[in-house]
């Protein structure tokens, strides 16, 4: 059973590792990205209330992005263990993230924190915008969402090594590598158990 989230700047790659990992280690990735730009696209009631926060870089209010992690881990799938991907991003949604869990008797196991630096960050995240036209990759939007990062979801890398929960993984080379260097972090820590031992 495993119990993870993935946090690093955008364009960290979060969203392809969380893939990769959630075949791997047999749980659902869960990313409130996705689960916003669905709503988005289909032009839920969730989805008209987020879109204006989420083509301007900035975060989604605590009170409703809680609120849908909270119902997405109550699905059955989550039982077993699940992958959060870009979420929680701030302190309040720790405390909710942690109440949660500490409600079912569980708690995280790990933090995977995936590094690179400003440069590829961006370079990354304008050939996404050239790639899936998404509407906050742009120049501008992109500058935001990381100065949000640094003030808003940094701080929480600092929250979760006090309790020793935190392993760093270079972010740069190949995807297959940076998995790769992530399911050997794991399975150091008898996580993942399906990841094949070595
Ligand atoms: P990235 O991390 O690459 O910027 P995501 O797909 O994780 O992209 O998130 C896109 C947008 O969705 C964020 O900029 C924000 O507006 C919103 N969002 C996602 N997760 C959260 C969260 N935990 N809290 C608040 N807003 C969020």
């Known amino acids: 059973m495993t119990r993870l ?35 988005v696209t289909n032009k839920t009631e969730l989805g008209l209330e987020v879109k204006s926060f989420i083509d301007a870089g900035a975060y ?14 109550k699905e059955a799938d989550a039982a ?21 869990l500490s409600a079912e008797g569980t708690q995280l196991d790990i933090v995977v924190l ?11 995240l304008l050939k996404r915008a050239v790639e899936q036209g998404r509407a906050d990759d742009t120049a501008d939007v992109i500058r935001h969402r990381l100065d949000v990062y640094a003030e808003q979801t940094a701080p929480l ?6 309790r020793g929960l935190v392993v760093t993984i270079d972010g740069l080379g190949a995807v297959e590598e940076v998995t790769e260097r992530i399911l050997a972090a794991l399975t150091e820590r008898g996580l993942c158990a399906s990841a094949p031992t070595t």
Do not use: H, M
């Not at 392809?16 to 990735?29: H, I, K, Y």
């Not at 989604?60 to 881990?73: G, K, Y």
């Not at 890398?157 to 006090?162: E, G, K, L, W």
């Open 80 to 100: 077993g263990g699940f992958l959060l991907d870009g979420y929680p991003r701030t302190t309040d949604q720790v405390a909710e993230l942690d109440r949660l």
């Open 114 to 124: 995936i590094t690179a630096d400003t440069d590829e960050v961006v370079s990354r």
């Open 157 to 162: 890398i600092d929250v979760y090594s006090a």
């Open 5 to 39: 989230l993935l946090i690093g700047p955008p364009g960290a790659g979060k969203g392809t590792q969380a893939e990769r990992l959630a075949l791997a280690c047999e749980v659902p990735a869960i990313s409130t990205g996705d689960i916003f730009r669905y709503n």
């Open 60 to 73: 989604v209010p605590d009170t409703l992005t809680n609120a849908i992690v909270a119902d997405r881990l």
